[in-house]
Each structure stands twice: as C-alpha cells, then as structure tokens.
C-alpha cells in the first residue's frame, strides 16, 4: 500500500493534522458521553448469531408455548438472516454451519413455515450437504431430543452423580470451566428426566436427516485408535445409559436433588444463573421437568430473565447472550480520559460511582479453588456475583487509574480487594485465565458433551497481558515475581509469525494488541525481538485503506490471521498496540488514524459489520456495538498525546490537564477540561 510519509514536527503541517485528529476526537468524545444511561453508566447491544433466536423459539415450543407472539418475530429476523446459498453462519460472513442451520430450520418449521417453501428446501439441501442433522453437536441434540426429533440415546450422557463428586476427582464439576459448569449442573437434571414436548408432524424435521433419526448412533465419533480418552468416556457414556435402561442408579434422585440445590443458590445476586443465555434457557427446561408452573414466581422470574435478552424491532425479535454494562462502562470511561475528560467531570465520577456498586462482596465459584483471599473484583452483567471474572476486573481496575480515582478513599478498599484477588487468581503457569484457576485438564475435552469447545478456562495470552497492564498501574513491574511469572508465560506463546493468540477477540490483531499494551505497561523493553516481531506482523497485515481487519476464519485456518476488510475496533487495536510499542510516528499509525477519522460518522462512532467479539472460538462469536465508539475514541487520543507536536497544536485552545499538560480537545467541546490551577 501506498502510506503517507512521516510529518516531522512541529511545523505548521503537524499542527493542522492534529487539530484534524482532535476534531475527530472531540466528535467521538460527544458522542460517546451521548450515550450514557440515565444513572451514568453504559451498555450497548452485544449481538450473538441465530441460535439465541432459535434456541428461544424452541424453548416455547417445550414450553407447550408454540403461539407465543415472539415467535413469528423471531422466525423474521431467522429469514432475514438465511445465507444465500440456504443455511446459518454462526458469524456473518462464514459458512453455513450445521447446528446452527438445523436450530434456525426447526424454529422456521415451528413458526409455520412449510418444508416445500422453497428457501425451506434450499436450506434442507444444504444442511444435507453439510452431513445432516445426525452431524450437529450435542446441546443441538438435546434440543432435538427434548422436541421428540431424536431419542435421548443420540445425546451425551450427562449424569447428576458428578455433582457428588469430591473437588479432588479429576471430573468434578469445578475442574471444568464456570460457562460449562452453569449448563452441565442444569443439563444433568434434564438428562435425568429425559422430557419429550410431542409436536404436530407439521413441525417436525425428519427430512434433515440422512439417516432415519431413532437409528442407534454414538453421541460422538470413536476415534481409530482402541485406547484414547475419546473412546474412554464413550465407554463411561454406554455404561451410564445401560445402568440407566436398567434403573441401577441408587444415588440420582439424591443427585438431582443437590444440583437443583446448586441452580437455586446462584439466583442470589444474579440475573438467572451465570447471567447468561444458555443456563438460564436450560434453568427454565428444568423447572418444567419439576413441575413449577407457567405463573409460579420462580418460572416467571426466570422467564423474565431471558424477556430482558429480547430486543423486539420491527416486526422481528432478536436476543442478546447477555448484558455487558461493566465491561462497557469501564472501558467508556477509559475512552473518555484519553480524549481528555477531567476525572472530576460529573459524568466521569456517576460512571465509577456506578462500577463501585457492582463490586463483587461474596464468595463464588472461584473460591473452591482458591483460598484465603476476600471478596472482590466485577463481573460482565448487571447482576452476577458468583462469577467474577479476571478481564472486567482487570479493565476497571484500569479506568479507575486512568479516571484519576484509584488513589480517592471511595475507590481504595476496593481496589485494594480487587488487586489482592487478581494476584491469588494467577494460574500455576503464570498466565491467567477468565473465571477460575487451573482450569487447564486437556482430558475434560474428550468427553461427548464437550464438543463447545468451552470445557476448560486455560490461562491466554490476552487477559494475562491485560492483568499486567491493570497492575502496572499500581506500581508493579518487571522484576516482580508474579509480573515475570506472567512476561514468561507471554514469552513462550509467541506465535511463528510474531503474532499472540486472541481468546476473547478476534483474534491474532486483538492477542497482539493487548500483549504490546501489557508489556510496555510493565516496563518490558519493547526493543526487544520478540516485541519488533509482533511490531513486523502487525505493519504487514495492515491493509491497503490504512486499516486493519481480521475474520472469524482465523480461528479455523491461522493462515487467515490477520487478514480481512477494515473495521474500526480493529484497527483502533492495532493502532494501540504500535503505539505501546514505540511506533507513535510511523507510517502505519498516521495511516491507521487517517482511516478512522475517514470513516468516523456524524455522530462520532464508527459504522462496523464483521463480529469482532469471540464467545467460544468456533464455535460463538459476538458484536460489541459500543466497539467502535471507545476503541478508536482510545487510538485518536493515544495518538495525540504520543506525537511530539500536541503543544503546537493544542496549547494555543487553553486546554490543559490538572498537571498542565496540554489535552485533546478544542473550543466549544463538551469535554470539560480544567484551565491550569
């Protein structure tokens, strides 16, 4: 590609360039603050792909709630969304993915749509084509199973006997991850049940099968080899189904019992277990096979969970996996301190008042490995205490420094207790993970029902380079024990091509850009080989509209790392990490901001298509619909304090920081910025 050259500065061309850059700040500032709730805290809309809407529909069709009038909604937005070529992507722009086409097919099939319409049968053919609906993974055939489509012998066993199981059992139920864990608990009870909602023939499926769907099957592919783990827990599955068949299980309605236990303990302090879509889906299955009614206070409460998820427009409803207001709130308030706003600004101060409020004061999950530490740190959602998690707390452990709050008595217990926790929370590899410690046992993999890809919450390249950056805040540094810890563990999953690997975005430009800021935040010499390769790999996929972009592909093929159309939280991240890195005034950079101020709309956000959010790589990914409006809100303004000629070009509006160091921003902006005391 053809960039721009260097600017030397200061000289009058500098200044013009910046005070286009500040513009484009001021614009995303404005409208970033236009999007405060009214108690001062953020949240957009977090856009998963069609199985939250097909999953819904066919919640309502065991239910016996098949004529809900959110159902042809629904059934809207499953059209609308059909690939051209007749199945689901579970990311746009991807393939047509089995499970999700066949979920999407069975909820048009419930709604009223008829086989022969012919986008029905376009998308029969390809489901077909894709091996038929005995090739879908296992939650899609409980599904299947608990809507008379298959028999429960098709699914993975999935016994309650393991919540029994004393934590030093490699299998019990927290050595797997907490996302798997809240639906396995709820799963296990449905499994017991094994319920059947029979429907009319006129919404049954047997036309996607190229089998005929009651023929015996395993509930997953035996490996070639005799002895493997694969073939192991194959075997553990058909002696649980024959002791079943037989009634040989003396401890199941004591188990059952403790897992229903375990569900209803975590509705205190939570937004339905776990806070997100697929437990609180199977909470609601549950409830059903116990026999709570439709008006019991506990069914409605639940219900009125996944009510919340719904976002009805038009004539279609979508839903969201979850909410993400602390995520989002801290990360605003992050934007909004690199664009200049005082941290004494009203709205600065409502917004850490807020996540002050949200701070985790009770034991979860997490401490039945983990002991001798209080309470602390912030989940994702509204409500969702037993779940705490290493990224959000990292992040706002970040926008409480970067807001000038960390030091304030109202912040310090809590950050004092979120700090504490965070280091108890780093794994026996240095690295750390999401929501518990050493989750890390590769064998949970290989069971039948672990075909998510979401078993185990191994340590990742990108939440432990952000812990650094959250810690380098508070004084930590290279030549500390748990900082090298963690800079060794960053070390070794340097990826051939200088990249590191994205766990929660996608992918390769979101592991690269966090590493490079958790480094330099740590005082890693950034000269160093290891940090110019990532520089190299970062400048060589920069594309040729001085944008960056990356698919979801990247998780399939690693040879697509790095490559896909521009997007402006990409490219913010990018432009971020050259930055950390030394790279300020280069080329790439002016390009990378050159793109966003190009792209930037009239109300100071971004336009953006691609997901650039990652649930379960391969399997969920997400949009963050505020990704554009605070991530490149970071980039602009890390730019303008980096490059040399900000005084030239800002000192003269009379903006100054506390500290009298000119800030971003021009007359007229409604970034308050303090004059000079």
Not at 325 to 354: C, F, H, K, Q
């Amino acid at each position: 590609m053809t960039r721009p050259p260097a600017v030397a500065h200061p000289d009058e061309r500098t200044a013009v360039w910046l005070e286009d850059v500040t513009a484009a700040l001021e614009r995303g500032g404005q409208g970033l603050l236009a999007r405060r709730q009214p108690d001062g805290h953020w949240v957009g809309e977090l856009e998963g792909d069609t199985i939250l809407e097909s999953e819904f529909v066919l919640l309502l069709a065991f239910l016996g709630r098949a004529d809900d009038p959110r159902v042809r909604p629904a059934a809207n937005y499953l059209r609308r969304h059909q690939l051209p070529g007749g199945g689901w992507a579970n990311y746009p722009g991807g393939p047509a993915e089995v499970s999700v086409s066949v979920k999407a097919y069975f909820a048009l099939k419930i709604a009223g749509h008829s086989a022969d319409e012919p986008f029905m049968r376009q998308a029969a053919e390809t489901i077909h084509g894709l091996g038929g609906a005995e090739n879908t993974n296992s939650f899609t055939r409980f599904y299947l199973a608990l809507l008379g489509q298959v028999p429960y012998s098709a699914c993975p066993s999935v016994p309650a006997e393991l919540i029994l199981l004393p934590r030093w059992f490699p299998f019990n139920i927290y050595a797997m991850s907490a996302w798997s864990r809240t639906i396995f608990v709820p799963l296990s009870v449905v499994d017991a049940h094994k319920p059947v909602t029979v429907l009319p023939d006129r919404m049954h499926i047997r036309e996607l099968f190229a089998r005929p769907p009651d023929e015996p099957r395993w509930p997953a592919k035996p490996t070639k080899r005799w002895v493997s783990w694969t073939n192991f827990f194959l075997g553990v599955d058909w002696v649980m189904k024959t002791v079943e068949r037989f009634r040989l299980t003396p401890l199941r309605r004591y188990a059952v019992r403790k897992a229903v236990a375990w569900m209803r303990e975590r509705y205190e302090e939570s937004d339905g277990i776990g806070a997100i879509f697929p437990p609180i889906i199977y909470n609601a299955i549950v409830l059903r096979c116990l026999g709570v009614a439709a008006d019991d206070p506990e069914m409605r409460w639940v219900m009125q969970q996944l009510s919340d998820l719904c976002i009805p427009e038009g004539d279609t409803l979508r839903l969201q996996p979850c909410l993400s207001p602390v995520w989002d709130t801290a990360l605003s308030l992050i934007g909004l301190a690199d664009a200049g706003e005082p941290g004494n600004s009203a709205e600065m101060e409502a917004g850490v008042r807020w996540l002050l409020a949200k701070e985790v004061r009770r034991e979860g999950d997490w401490a039945k490995t983990v002991g001798g530490v209080e309470p602390g740190g912030w989940f994702f959602e509204y409500r969702n205490a037993f779940y705490p998690d290493t990224d959000d707390t990292s992040m706002v452990l970040i926008a409480l420094a970067r807001a000038g709050h960390s030091t304030l008595a109202a912040c310090r217990p809590a950050v004092h207790r979120a700090l504490a926790w965070l280091l108890a929370m780093q794994n026996s590899d240095g690295g750390w993970a999401a929501f518990d410690r050493d989750i890390d046992n590769e064998i949970l993999t290989k069971v039948p029902f672990a075909d998510h890809n979401a078993m185990l919450d191994p340590s990742c390249p990108d939440i432990t380079a952000r812990v650094l950056e959250a810690l380098s805040h508070y004084g930590y540094r290279v030549g500390q024990e748990p900082v090298d810890r963690a800079v060794a563990f960053i070390l070794a999953r340097q990826e051939e091509n200088g990249s590191w690997f994205g766990r929660w975005g996608v992918n390769y430009v979101y592991g690269t850009w966090q590493v490079l800021v958790g480094l330099a935040a740590v005082g890693f010499d950034m000269s160093a080989l290891v940090a110019r390769r990532a520089v190299r790999w970062l400048k060589d996929v920069q594309n040729g509209d001085g944008g960056w972009g990356e698919s979801c592909l990247s998780y399939d093929d690693p040879a697509a790392a790095g490559e896909g159309p521009s997007t402006a939280s990409q490219t913010a991240w990018a432009v971020l990490g050259l930055i950390a890195a030394g790279e300020a005034e280069g080329p790439e950079v002016r390009a990378g901001i050159e793109y966003l101020i190009g792209t930037q709309a009239a109300d100071g956000g971004w336009a953006e298509g691609p997901f650039t959010g990652t649930g379960f790589p391969r399997v969920f990914y997400l949009k963050y619909h505020m990704y554009p409006v605070y991530f490149p809100l970071m980039a602009l303004g890390r730019y303008v304090a980096a490059v040399g000629g900000q005084t030239a070009a800002l000192s003269r509006a009379g903006y100054r920081r506390d500290d009298g160091h000119p800030v971003p921003g021009r007359k007229g902006s409604s970034l308050k910025v303090p004059a000079d005391s």
